[in-house]
Structure formats: structure tokens, C-alpha cells
């Protein structure tokens, strides 16, 4: 090999090597040609629907294509986080993943968690308050925790299915008390909803469920909610304390909701997804749509998300186990 083809092969490898770090943002840049599919795992109509299609909506005046959002329903959330997981990582399938990721997997549901997905934004978090009825005689929550320590089994709560994310809400702040989860019965309903008429009606003494969704009865003067479980009290609730604020009790829990991709997206198309995410999570539009339906808008950013993740799951795995309800790991 003479002198000079060492050279022009040098050359042509330092080319090459110069090639592929701007190619990277060029991918960005040209990032989205075609339509996006955004991929729901619950149905149309409810909370994660709602969310994810005012996002999809402000998405595409961002990226000038269609992000057209598909409801794949189906196994307690499973089929439509399997289909955000397994999708193309180009950056056209991208998904609302929520909070059950962290939880079907230690059902013995799926093999999914969170490390499954390429993180991209965290954009809501709806933690649970604690009602009562409006005519119980818990005024507030130190009453009502001193009453469940006093005589463990007595009082029943409800919320959602049993091991949904409410009865691992009410479970957690028990063991967080230093409680066992049989403390407190749980009776399974089909949301919270039924079960805020329930207590209305007497047949159970707690729900655990977001403050937004027992709001009817609130309003109604049939129930009270007496403290949430978040690191903050809910503007739109600001007279219900936090757990800490009530008891000392420094738990925080809640149902979210956040954008993430197929693992191995393109750092630069996930950057560029994270950064327009930022924008919709802070424009008024997005703002006044979640606040219109009491839902609480929260941010993280790639990084920030995979943390809250994280922790979130080892907190499910710990109230899962207490509650004899893990079946997987």
C-alpha cells in the first residue's frame, strides 16, 4: 500500500467519522415528513384520553404533521403498552404511558417497567385525597388516623379494583403510619366514582382517590376530603393539607401521565420531542384545558421522568408486597 492510498484511506475514515455527528441533528431537522401515531392504553373519553389528545392537538401545530391518536385497549393496560414498547424507535409511534407500567409488571402482568420505553416527558400527576363523608366524625386527618391505630380492621376504605393505583395509595400512607395494609379493609369498586357514592351512602368509611375526581361530591356538601398525598397542596384545593402537613407524614403518591417512545429513539428526535413538550406542558391552552377538568399538569424532562419512574416503581414494588398483591418482579 503506497504512502498516498494510506493517506486518502485516513482521510476517507476521518470523513466518515466527521459524517455521523451531523447527520444526527440533520435527523431532527427534518423530523416529522410523515404523520405521528400517538398511542393510548385506555379508552376514548376518560382522563388519559383527554390528555393525551390536547396534546396531540398542540403537537401537530408544532410539528405541522398529523398526530393521530390511536386507543389500543385491553389487558388492564398491557396491549397498549406493549404496542408504545414494540413500535418502530423513528419517532413515529410514540404513546402516553401511565402509572400502571409501574405496576403490571409486579402483577405478574407483563414483563414491561418503565426501562422498557424511551423517556420522553412527564406532563401530569393526579395524587389521591383522603374523603370521608361529610357527616363522619373524622374532622380531620389526625382524628381519622388515630381512629385506624386505635382499632386496626374496623374501618373500611374503597377507591378503585383491588390493586389498583387508589388501593396502593391507601396501602402505601398505611405503611408509611407503620401500619399493615390490614389496617384498613379494602372493598373494590369499579372506580372512584361508585366508591364516592358509596361513602356518601355509609358503606364504606374512606375513599383514596384524586381530589379532581371526588370533586362532584364535594361540591355536593356529601363528602370531605381531609388531606392528599403529594409533596404540595392542589392550588384549585388549597384548603386540603398534605399528609405531612396533617400528620407528619411525608408520603407522596399519584396517578400520572407522560409521553415516552419505543426504546432506542434517536437522541436528537427525542430532544427535539422532549423540547416541544416543554412548550405544550407550558402554554395556557394545555394549562386551562387540564385546569377545566381538575387535572393537575406536572413537568419533568427526559431525565427527570426516568428518576420519577424509577422511584415510583421500587414505591408500587414495596406497596404491592404489603398488600400480598405482587406476582411478578
Request: aromatic share 6%.
Amino acid at each position: 500500500m503506497t504512502h498516498l492510498t494510506r493517506r486518502h484511506l485516513l482521510a476517507s475514515a476521518a470523513g466518515a467519522g466527521l459524517v455521523a455527528p451531523l447527520a444526527a441533528p440533520a435527523i431532527a431537522q427534518t423530523f416529522p415528513a410523515r404523520p405521528i401515531q400517538m398511542v393510548v392504553p385506555w379508552g376514548a373519553g376518560g382522563g388519559t384520553d383527554a390528555t393525551a389528545r390536547i396534546i396531540a392537538t398542540l403537537m401537530e401545530k408544532e410539528f405541522g404533521q398529523p398526530v393521530n391518536v390511536v386507543n389500543r385497549t385491553g389487558g388492564s393496560g398491557v396491549v397498549g403498552h406493549s404496542a408504545i414498547a414494540t413500535g418502530a424507535p423513528d419517532g413515529y409511534t410514540i404513546g402516553m404511558i401511565t402509572v400502571e407500567i409501574s405496576m403490571m409488571h409486579w402483577q405478574g402482568l407483563t414483563q414491561l417497567n418503565p426501562e422498557s420505553y424511551t423517556p420522553i416527558a412527564l406532563m401530569n400527576e393526579d395524587p389521591p385525597g383522603v374523603q370521608v363523608a361529610a357527616n363522619s366524625r373524622y374532622a380531620d386527618l389526625k382524628a381519622l388516623a388515630d381512629a385506624i391505630k386505635a382499632s386496626p380492621g374496623r374501618l373500611k376504605a374503597s377507591g378503585t379494583g383491588q390493586g389498583g393505583i387508589w388501593h396502593l395509595a391507601l396501602v402505601g400512607w398505611l405503611g408509611a403510619m407503620g401500619l399493615p395494609a390490614s389496617a384498613v379493609p379494602w372493598v373494590p369498586s369499579n372506580g372512584a366514582a361508585p366508591a364516592m357514592q358509596d361513602l356518601a351512602a355509609g358503606g364504606v368509611d374512606i375513599v383514596t382517590c384524586s381530589v379532581p375526581e371526588a370533586k362532584a361530591m364535594l361540591d355536593a356538601g356529601r363528602a370531605k376530603s381531609l388531606a392528599i398525598m403529594a409533596a404540595e397542596r392542589n392550588p384549585q384545593f388549597a384548603n386540603v393539607p398534605t399528609l405531612k402537613e396533617a400528620i407528619g407524614v411525608d408520603y407522596t403518591v399519584g396517578a400520572w401521565r407522560g409521553i415516552a417512545a419505543p426504546k432506542g429513539l434517536p437522541a436528537p428526535i427525542a430532544e427535539r420531542y422532549t423540547a416541544v413538550c416543554k412548550k405544550i406542558n407550558e402554554s395556557s391552552e394545555f394549562r386551562s384545558f387540564m385546569s377545566a377538568r381538575g387535572f393537575g399538569v406536572r413537568w419533568a424532562d427526559a431525565t427527570g421522568f426516568a428518576q420519577f419512574m424509577a422511584a415510583g416503581n421500587t414505591s408500587m414494588g414495596v406497596a404491592m408486597k404489603a398488600a400480598g398483591l405482587a406476582r411478578g418482579s
